[in-house]
């Protein structure tokens, strides 16, 4: 049987989903990418925005865990030009961040919850839970 973590190819591969969290705050990360690892997801971590896209060269994750408040490119231009890196396709995202509430042009841009900090990692889990069903 395959859970909602994974996705089966018409092969019958077996491939779980991917999530890449984009924190600045090494224990907020470490702990947002334990829970999810434990709950079956692959998770990358990188620091900044500027990282994000990056790793939006080099692969597509299934969703994305982004904080607003990062060195380098925060996440609000991140929001604004992660399309430009993967051809206009959209990925979801769920913020996480001290900052103000998202703005409809960041809903219109992929994000798709907000979760202000501190926030508990059970409803994290279940946004992850939630956004993942639906692709």
């Known amino acids: 049987m395959v859970s909602i973590d994974a996705r089966q190819h018409h092969d019958g591969r077996v491939e779980m989903a991917r999530i890449l969290v984009v924190e600045d705050d090494m224990p ?6 334990d829970e999810l690892g434990d709950l079956g997801y692959l998770v990358d971590v990188v620091a900044n925005g500027a990282e994000a896209l990056e790793t939006l060269r080099e692969y597509r994750p299934d969703l994305v865990v982004l904080d607003l408040m ?12 992660y399309r430009d890196v993967t051809g206009g396709e959209e990925i979801p995202i769920i913020v996480v ?7 409809r042009s960041m809903e219109a841009s992929g994000v ?4 202000p900090k501190p926030f508990d990692v059970i409803d994290l889990a279940d946004a992850v839970d939630e956004l993942l069903r639906r692709l």
């Open 112 to 115: 798709r919850r907000f979760l």
């Open 97 to 103: 961040s001290a900052a103000g509430a998202i703005t």
């Open 70 to 81: 990062l060195p380098r490119v925060d996440g609000w231009d991140f929001v604004e030009r």
């Open 28 to 33: 907020i990360a470490t702990m947002i990418a």
